[in-house]
């Protein structure tokens, strides 16, 4: 049995991840490790990376068996897309989709075109899977996938994902090409699944779980060892959450000399807990970690169910900022500000100083209870999923026309994007031209501003 993997292109409205957030395709690397073991041939076409791929030179080369497609939310239209043309190269292929959006909304993917859709992914249902396809078995209800023969209907169990090392063998030709932020090239690693912070915005912690499950800290670093990447993205929630895990992970680094640079998810919580572990981890290769401070007001990080003060993100940066670690800071913009409030904002990142600042409007995730507060005030359906994409606004503001709103967001923009603090750190951390990319991708994200506020 052969299979073609696909992550789609970029969704031509959604410019800017080329250029700051490329990593590997973690998904349809742990698929493959599971196809490997089932015996299945397969090649995979990474079309963010092959902007001008064509999916019929894959098809008529390989003559799949099987089309397996990842997903995030502003995929779909491609999805499908790349589902018809496969259907209509050879109507006996199956196509099969995952990823998030899949696990979030599998029925954006019930269509005639796609025959099974994965709201969850293990070991056991790849294996049936492949098993009912390869025999000619009768169509079965298998528990975390949709079939369309099944009308995609299943009342089965939906379990968690399962973890699973990823078969990086599978992207081997694409890797000099992953990149995250300024870092190049950067791989991506993943310790821990689950959240102990529930965050009301957040929608990770409903897919992975709200208990936090952590893996083996040395099966971790034998993957680290195996990665030719200087760089890892280690994609956690809060990989600071476990002192003594962290405390594990910096003794088999320094006995295997492992050197490499790391980038890293860490609440404001778990740096104020353990300050006493950042020293040491810097000195293993800890370049940054990504602080979601989110709000300038406690009472708004209260509504966030964030459990941190505004004085903790200022405590917290200074803890990281002693240990010569950089700070990427992010905060949402909230639907009820007015024009002093933008301008309070400005003000708290002067006191906050991180290297790295990124803003993005208040996403009222289905999955979330933010969808059921924000519904009568949302400017794009659901079904519209390239708006969704941490760019767009997404709930009409209250305090001023959608058209000065964008105008302040604007505004931001500038301020946060041209402020010498971080213009002098991109330039000093990232290569010249990584940092020149970086620019690009702000001007793309502006111009999105820029018609959007034209729009309105």
Same mark, same amino acid.
């Given at each position: 049995?052969?299979?073609?993997?696909?992550?789609?292109?970029?969704?031509?409205?959604?410019?800017? $991840?080329?250029? !700051?957030?490329?990593?590997? &395709?973690?998904? +349809?690397?742990?698929?493959?490790?599971?196809?490997?073991?089932?015996?299945?041939?397969?090649?995979? *076409?990474?079309?963010?990376?092959?902007?001008?791929?064509?999916?019929?030179?894959?098809?008529?080369?390989?003559? &799949?068996?099987?089309?397996?497609?990842?997903?995030?939310?502003?995929?779909? *239209?491609?999805?499908?897309? %790349?589902?018809?043309?496969?259907?209509?190269?050879? /109507?006996?292929?199956?196509?099969l989709v995952g990823g998030v959006q899949a696990t979030c909304f599998p029925d954006s993917f019930f269509v005639d075109e796609i025959d099974f859709v994965f709201k969850s992914t293990t070991r056991e249902n790849?294996?049936?899977?492949?098993?009912?396809?390869?025999?000619?078995? /009768?169509?079965?209800?298998?528990?975390? =996938?949709?079939?369309?023969?099944?009308? !995609?209907?299943?009342?089965?169990?939906?379990?968690?994902?399962?973890?699973?090392? #990823?078969?990086?063998? +599978?992207?081997?030709?694409?890797?000099?090409?992953?990149?995250?932020?300024?870092y190049q090239p950067c791989a991506i690693v993943q310790t821990a699944y689950g959240c102990r912070n529930r965050c009301e915005f957040c929608v990770r912690w409903k897919i992975e779980g709200d208990i936090l499950?952590?893996? /083996?800290?040395?099966?971790? $670093?034998?993957?680290?060892?195996?990665?030719?990447? #200087?760089?890892? @993205? +280690?994609?956690?929630n809060d990989f600071l959450i476990n002192e003594s895990r962290l405390e594990e992970f910096c003794t088999l680094l320094e006995e295997r000399n492992l050197k490499k640079g790391y980038i890293c998810y860490g609440? $404001?919580?778990?740096?104020?807990?353990?300050?006493?572990?950042?020293?040491?981890?810097?000195?293993?290769?800890? @370049?940054?970690?990504?602080?979601?401070?989110?709000?300038?007001?406690?009472?708004?990080?209260?509504?966030?169910?964030? #459990?941190?003060?505004?004085?903790?993100? +200022?405590?917290?940066?200074?803890?990281?900022?002693?240990?010569? =670690?950089?700070?990427?800071?992010?905060? =949402?913009?909230?639907?009820?500000?007015?024009?002093?409030?933008?301008?309070?904002?400005?003000?708290?990142?002067?006191?906050?100083?991180?290297?790295? %600042?990124? !803003?993005? /409007?208040?996403?009222?995730?289905?999955?979330? &209870?933010?969808?059921?507060?924000?519904?009568?005030?949302? =400017?794009?359906?659901?079904?519209?999923?390239?708006?969704?994409?941490?760019?767009? $606004?997404?709930?009409? &503001?209250?305090? @001023?026309?959608?058209?000065?709103?964008?105008?302040?967001?604007?505004?931001?923009?500038?301020?946060?994007?041209?402020?010498?603090?971080?213009? *002098?750190?991109?330039?000093?951390?990232? #290569?010249?031209?990584?940092?020149?990319? @970086?620019?690009?991708?702000?001007?793309?994200? !502006?111009?999105?501003?820029?018609?959007?506020?034209?729009?309105?």
């Open positions: 049995m052969k299979a073609l993997l696909v992550r789609p292109w970029v969704n031509e409205n959604i410019t800017t $991840v080329r250029n !700051f957030l490329f990593g590997e &395709p973690l998904g +349809i690397e742990c698929v493959a490790t599971v196809f490997r073991e089932l015996g299945v041939e397969m090649e995979l *076409a990474d079309f963010m990376v092959e902007e001008n791929g064509k999916l019929a030179s894959y098809l008529s080369r390989l003559e &799949p068996d099987i089309v397996a497609i990842t997903s995030q939310c502003t995929d779909v *239209a491609n999805v499908v897309q %790349i589902a018809k043309e496969s259907k209509a190269f050879d /109507p006996a292929i199956q196509v790849l294996g049936i899977l492949i098993d009912m396809l390869s025999s000619s078995k /009768p169509q079965e209800r298998i528990d975390g =996938i949709y079939s369309k023969s099944l009308g !995609f209907v299943n009342d089965g169990f939906f379990c968690l994902n399962e973890y699973i090392v #990823p078969d990086r063998e +599978i992207s081997a030709r694409y890797r000099s090409e992953y990149k995250y932020v300024g499950r952590e893996l /083996p800290i040395s099966e971790i $670093v034998d993957q680290i060892e195996a990665l030719d990447e #200087p760089y890892i @993205m +280690i994609c956690d609440s $404001v919580n778990s740096i104020l807990e353990k300050p006493g572990i950042l020293g040491r981890l810097k000195d293993n290769g800890l @370049m940054a970690v990504i602080v979601g401070y989110e709000a300038f007001e406690d009472s708004r990080l209260e509504e966030y169910n964030k #459990p941190a003060s505004v004085d903790e993100n +200022i405590k917290a940066t200074r803890i990281l900022g002693s240990h010569n =670690i950089a700070c990427w800071g992010s905060f =949402i913009i909230h639907p009820d500000w007015d024009k002093a409030d933008f301008k309070k904002l400005v003000s708290y990142i002067r006191a906050l100083k991180p290297e790295l %600042i990124t !803003f993005s /409007p208040l996403v009222p995730h289905p999955l979330t &209870p933010l969808y059921t507060q924000y519904e009568e005030r949302l =400017i794009y359906p659901v079904e519209d999923y390239e708006k969704w994409n941490f760019g767009d $606004v997404l709930i009409y &503001p209250s305090k @001023m026309p959608l058209k000065k709103y964008y105008m302040q967001v604007m505004k931001l923009a500038l301020v946060v994007n041209g402020n010498f603090h971080s213009v *002098a750190y991109a330039i000093k951390a990232f #290569p010249l031209k990584n940092t020149l990319r @970086m620019l690009f991708g702000f001007r793309s994200l !502006f111009g999105v501003y820029v018609r959007n506020y034209f729009a309105s």
